[in-house]
């Protein structure tokens, strides 16, 4: 069946450093893809997504390319905050509103 | 602003006790979502309502049942809680079932069973 697999957390930077979080999914269509950011004692917020092979999603600096030749939805950013600290879920759906796939979420810790 | 509001926020139960956890927002959407979240396992879909008056499976659905009261709530119910069922339960609601639709999510319920 279709699944979500993101890297093992946790992930511990230091402020301004370069961040990558890899995720890949199997599929058997097309899905849209989508980061999930989860701060302390919250719900889960949009990050960003993409809905198609070569789409690039961002917002507050981060970023992720869909890559369907590898399958692939890491996400990015050059410079983190402590304010980044947060878990990271990595998701994808077939065009079914809020059934979502998830991965097991990364958490990331950025230390001043 | 309130966006999707779930209560209550901690319950501790004993094994084979019921519970309802209650859900509401106010975004006017259509569809609606219950999740459990597990350590290193992700959110997993319990139940779905796709619209006022509609209800299905997702993908681990035992041990539960839901009720969609009206457009605005959704509620999560236990019959006999078992301690596999200790999870954080997470609400969520998008606007329609279709399309790469941006879930608004609750804060969570932390349910634990003893």
């Known amino acids: 069946g279709d699944s979500v697999t993101q890297m093992e957390g946790p992930v511990t930077l230091s402020e301004e450093a370069f961040l990558t979080i890899n995720c890949t999914y199997t599929?058997?269509?097309?899905?849209?893809l989508f980061w999930y950011v989860q701060y302390p004692g919250e719900g889960l917020q949009l990050l960003l997504k993409?809905?198609?092979?070569?789409d690039k999603g961002s917002n507050k600096g981060f970023e992720a390319t869909y890559r369907k030749e590898t399958t692939s939805f890491h996400l990015e950013k050059g410079s983190v905050q402590v304010s980044d600290s947060a878990v990271y879920f990595c998701a994808l759906t077939y065009n079914q509103g809020g059934k979502l796939i998830f991965g097991q979420g990364t958490e990331l810790s950025v230390k001043p | 602003n309130a966006g999707v509001t779930q209560t209550p926020k901690f319950q501790v139960l004993k094994t084979g006790q019921s519970m309802t956890l209650q859900c509401a927002q106010d975004?006017?959407?259509?569809?609606m979502y219950w999740y459990r979240q597990d350590p290193g396992m992700g959110l997993r879909l319990i139940y779905y309502s796709a619209s006022e008056g509609t209800t299905d499976k997702g993908e681990v659905p035992n041990g539960y049942n839901v009720s969609r009261l009206n457009k605005r709530e959704f509620s999560l119910r236990l019959e006999s809680a078992a301690p596999s069922q200790t999870s954080v339960y997470f609400c969520?609601?998008?606007?329609?079932?279709?399309?790469?639709?941006?879930?608004?999510f609750g804060q969570g319920t932390r349910l634990t069973v003893v």
């Open positions: 969520a609601s998008s606007a329609r079932d279709r399309g790469s639709t941006e879930a608004f």
């Open positions: 599929a058997t269509g097309y899905p849209s």
């Open positions: 975004m006017n959407h259509n569809s």
């Open positions: 993409a809905t198609k092979a070569d």
